[in-house]
């Protein structure tokens, strides 16, 4: 009997390895072939948008009253020295350093205290408790102006900076304990251990050890906490009668009548507002990314 013999299978086609990469040569890829003016279109747009308020308002604090022209020229200054001076607002501008320092002290201590004991200790209402904090997040804050007025009246702390710098920083603990939590979650806990056994006590070795880890989320949440009493408007509109306490939001807002609007003297008052959060926001922008990306992730 003959028997037919199987054909032999095909060879399997052989891999050929990538090219190797050049010097001073990048690999293509399948983004790449995109046109640039698909990019930078958005992107000028969104940039065009974005600046022309800043130039708007820049326009009607430089130039003279009265004038139309798209240019601030001739160049003035007279807007800035009317708010100054005859609107008080070198009194609004201390008042709104003192309470946003003072609020940025408070929140980034409390914070800190809270954030180690949620972080480090587990109590029976632990999860709770963190539940009511991110709940506390929902309630507006024209919600507790009621309560908060009755308590500040009780304790006659009405037409106080007292009760402005206790109200932000009431608004601003629960956030703030939540990221300060996230960043000592992300500090190794052998660190302290190792400090105990060096003859550290608790206290010490988280002044030695942790706090010096923490700058950078120290930074950021502190940074908000002074930026939102800085800007917020609604307590220091309850709690301050006395146009001596006020607070820069709350003069901008006395620029405007029912009548008429100084749009000179209020583009200069929204510039002389803007400044200082620019300037801080300019200084600590490295922090900041460094401590929102480390609280980003749980170690």
């Known amino acids: 009997m003959i028997t037919?013999?199987?054909?032999?299978?095909?060879?399997?086609?052989?891999?050929?390895a990538p090219e190797p990469l050049l010097p001073g040569k990048k690999r293509h890829r399948?983004?790449?072939?995109?046109?640039?003016?698909?990019?930078?279109?958005?992107?000028?747009?969104?940039?065009?948008?974005?600046l022309i308020p800043f130039y708007w308002i820049l326009l009607f604090a430089l130039r003279p009253a009265g004038s139309t022209s798209l240019v601030p020229w001739p160049m003035t200054f007279e807007h800035f020295e009317k708010v100054w001076t005859d609107r008080s607002f070198g009194t609004f501008f201390y008042n709104s350093v003192l309470v946003g320092v003072a609020t940025l002290i408070m929140t980034t201590l409390v914070a800190l205290a809270g954030g180690y004991a949620l972080a480090r200790f587990d109590f029976r209402i632990k999860r709770g408790f963190m539940l009511a904090l991110l709940c506390s997040q929902f309630v507006p804050g024209a919600l507790l102006l009621v309560p908060l007025f009755e308590i500040f009246a009780e304790l006659q702390m009405i037409n106080s900076l007292g009760s402005v710098i206790i109200a932000e920083t009431v608004f601003q603990l629960p956030l703030s304990m939540i990221l300060i939590s996230n960043f000592i979650k992300n500090v190794p806990y052998s660190l302290e251990e190792a400090a105990w056994v060096d003859g550290c006590n608790r206290m010490r070795a988280f002044l030695v050890v942790v706090l010096p880890l923490l700058r950078p989320g120290l930074?950021?949440?502190?940074?908000?906490?002074?930026?939102?009493?800085?800007?917020?408007?609604?307590?220091?509109?309850?709690?301050?009668?006395?146009?001596e306490k006020q607070t820069i939001p709350v003069g901008l807002n006395t620029l405007m009548s029912a009548d008429s609007v100084d749009l000179g003297a209020l583009a200069a008052g929204g510039i002389i507002a803007a400044v200082p959060v620019v300037i801080v926001f300019a200084f600590i922008q490295k922090w900041l990314i460094t401590g929102f990306s480390a609280g980003a992730v749980k170690g």
């Not at 032999?8 to 050929?16: D, G, I, K, S």
């Not at 072939?33 to 958005?42: K, M, T």
């Open 4 to 16: 037919k013999e199987a054909a032999p299978a095909a060879p399997a086609p052989e891999r050929t």
């Open 219 to 243: 930074i950021a949440v502190g940074s908000f906490a002074f930026v939102h009493s800085w800007n917020h408007f609604l307590f220091a509109l309850m709690f301050l009668n006395n146009q």
């Open 30 to 50: 399948a983004w790449d072939e995109a046109p640039r003016w698909q990019i930078y279109l958005p992107l000028g747009v969104y940039l065009v948008f974005t």
